[in-house]
């Protein structure tokens, strides 16, 4: 499910991309986004022995897949988080 989770973030910056002022960078986010839900399907495809593909729990130290999804997301809005914060300082 943090295939789904990543998916669906990117899909959301994406249209924020569209819709939302540049000043935001969600461009950058949906770069970042895209390019994680990539590397996870390709790591589900490359791992897939069978089964259920969207796994619902994991083995981790996170169980609930989709709250291991978040967890993953959380750099990625941190990083752009601190780009936008850095741009907005440039422009003053």
Do not use: Q
């Not at 390709?42 to 978040?70: C, P, Q, R, W």
């Amino acid at each position: 499910m943090w295939l789904v989770t990543t998916s669906l973030a990117a899909a959301g910056a994406t249209i924020g991309n569209f819709v939302l002022p540049k000043d935001y960078k969600l461009g950058f986010l949906a770069l970042m986004l895209w390019g994680a839900a990539a590397m996870i399907l390709i790591d589900h495809i490359l791992g897939y022995e069978g089964g259920a593909f969207l796994e619902k729990t994991t083995d981790g130290m996170i169980g609930n897949s989709v709250v291991l999804g978040i967890v993953m997301l959380a750099p990625v809005f941190i990083i752009w988080g601190i780009s936008v914060l850095i741009a907005n300082l440039k422009r003053r």
